[in-house]
């Protein structure tokens, strides 16, 4: 299907897609729809569910494993093996006194 | 409480405020950051509002040295930034990146979405970053890096 600006479609016979404006790089849409659905940029949609994924719990030697393998190549031949102890160490905040280069 | 780290002791100060939450996750409002030496570079996102939720995360020059994302908009206007002058990584604001550990695969960040933070206002969102380039699953290690994790 091709449309023009100031042409749509229908999807079934609530819901109305509106061709608005057309410009080189970006596409003006207006939606007609029942209330119950929602609509939801794609990029939203993708986020949540990398997110759900992110969000599992991950055993403490991966997260041992992860931190040595990210912190080796970066602290050259300073980079020390730290043994998969307990998360002991003190906690620090991160807050406007961060001043690093995070 | 927290996912990792057993009972926390925190100020105002540490806390940053997220009004929308993030997607998949919109009533959480409120998270903390910590660090510690022993997980460098390694920042875990705890939630304040569910103890049992807790993100990892790395700065996104950790994932990506070359990383730039650029923030629509919208999101500018929640962090309550402008970009004259432009924000600051490090001293006005920090670029967090989450992680997602599988299984199957290797670990992997989402360049496409971070997680930005204004360090004086204290406000949070994770930025959607509309045909950036960016990957929502980009490997954090080089091949040669995969090691098995014994």
Not at chain 1, 37 to 52: A, C, F
Not at chain 2, 117 to 138: C, F, T
Request: aromatic share 6%; net charge negative.
């Amino acid at each position: 299907m091709r449309r023009r600006a100031g042409e749509g479609f229908l999807i079934g016979v609530d819901i109305e897609i509106d061709i608005l404006e057309v410009s080189p790089t970006r596409v003006k849409i207006g939606i007609v729809a029942p209330d119950a659905l929602q609509i939801v940029r794609k990029e939203v949609v993708l986020t949540r569910q990398e997110n759900l994924t992110a969000s599992r719990t991950a055993p403490p030697q991966t997260i041992a494993w992860l931190s040595r393998t990210l912190s080796k190549p970066r602290q050259g031949a300073s980079a020390k093996l730290t043994a998969v102890k307990d998360l002991t160490d003190p906690i620090r905040f991160v807050s406007e006194s961060t001043k690093t280069n995070l | 409480m927290s996912k990792y780290f057993g009972e926390l002791d925190y100020s105002t100060e540490a806390v940053f405020q997220f009004p929308e939450g993030i997607p998949g996750f919109d009533d959480q409002t409120a998270f903390v950051f910590l660090e510690q030496s022993q997980t460098h570079p390694l920042v875990f996102m705890q939630s304040l509002v569910h103890p049992g939720l807790c993100f990892i995360a790395v700065p996104g020059l950790v994932a990506d040295p070359t990383y730039h994302p650029d923030l629509s908009p919208e999101d500018l206007a929640l962090l309550g930034l402008s970009l004259d002058p432009a924000p600051q990584t490090g001293s006005d604001i920090l670029c967090l990146t989450l992680v997602t550990v599988s299984e199957q695969a290797g670990p992997t960040v989402n360049l496409a979405s971070p997680i930005v933070l204004n360090l004086r206002n204290r406000k949070g969102v994770q930025a959607i970053l509309p045909s950036s380039g960016y990957s929502l699953r980009q490997p954090l290690l080089a091949q040669g890096d995969l090691v098995p994790c014994s």
